[in-house]
């Protein structure tokens, strides 16, 4: 017997019938990283979908209209979202409030992330005028930099300080995340004092690869990476030719 079919069990056992906390109850004891990331990437982007769905007033989605949404095939929505079990009524579609309330337990999104900013240039000040972030669960609480001209300017609401403090304000705001938005020579700098602050979660948006310790988890966001891909696309698209 698989580890879901086990679960599966021991949740018909306990709930009877298949509600909301039926399926919550199996991806809380679901070993999350059997999930290829490249998955966990659809399912994140379901999430915006599902949102918007859910504003419209729509209480069911199929899996035809997702992927049509998504620009995927049904076939694909289907596969991701068998990690839930039979979550969907056959015939009929996903609910849609609890699909999406799903999709967030899963991403653990449910809840509140503290974050950290590290590099107060036009980058990061783009960022923390990005108010989406915070409706999303994903909070700046503090903000960093090494530039001693900047160390004790206000930028909103909040006061730059110097990294050199990241540890403490980690421990005293409950930091999980770090965002790193500074030049690539002061990349690596910046993902050593996060690591130092036992921070374990680090996005960096220097164009630039990092070394971190093997339990800190590290995603790189590189626009340049994502204009190379587009600019193969549209060659591509247009038969080879330049």
């Known amino acids: 017997m698989s580890l ?28 999350r990283n059997n999930i290829p990331q490249i998955t966990v990437q659809r399912i994140a982007m379901y999430v915006q979908v599902l949102e918007e769905l859910v504003e419209k007033g729509e209480c069911i989605v ?5 992927a049509k949404e998504c620009g995927l095939k049904p076939s694909q929505i289907r596969k991701d979202l068998s ?10 579609g996903y609910y849609t409030k609890d699909l999406l309330t799903t999709i967030k337990h899963f991403l653990c999104i449910d809840k509140k992330w503290n974050c950290a900013l590290v590099g107060v240039g036009n980058l990061g000040k783009a960022l923390l005028r990005y108010r989406l972030f915070r409706k999303k669960g994903f909070e700046i609480v503090a903000i960093f930099d090494c530039d001693p001209f900047k ?6 609401e909040y006061e730059i300080f110097c990294l050199k403090r990241l540890k403490e304000k980690a421990k005293e705001l409950n930091i999980e995340i770090g965002i790193i938005t500074t030049s690539p020579k002061c990349a690596q700098r910046a993902a050593n004092a996060i690591v ?17 310790p093997e339990e800190v988890k590290i995603d790189y ?22």
Request: proline share 1%.
């Open 196 to 212: 130092e602050a036992g921070i374990k979660g680090i996005i960096n948006f220097a164009p630039v690869r990092l070394k971190v």
């Open 83 to 92: 990690y839930f079990g039979e979550f969907g009524v056959r015939g009929v």
């Open 4 to 31: 879901f079919e086990k679960l599966f069990e021991q949740a018909q056992k306990r709930f009877r019938v298949f509600t909301l906390d039926f399926f919550l109850f199996i991806l809380n004891n679901m070993r």
């Open 62 to 66: 199929s899996s035809d209209v997702l």
């Open 151 to 156: 160390i004790g300017e206000t930028v909103g």
């Open 221 to 242: 966001v590189d626009l340049s990476v994502h204009l190379m891909t587009m600019a193969f696309n549209l060659v591509q698209n247009n038969g080879g030719r330049r």
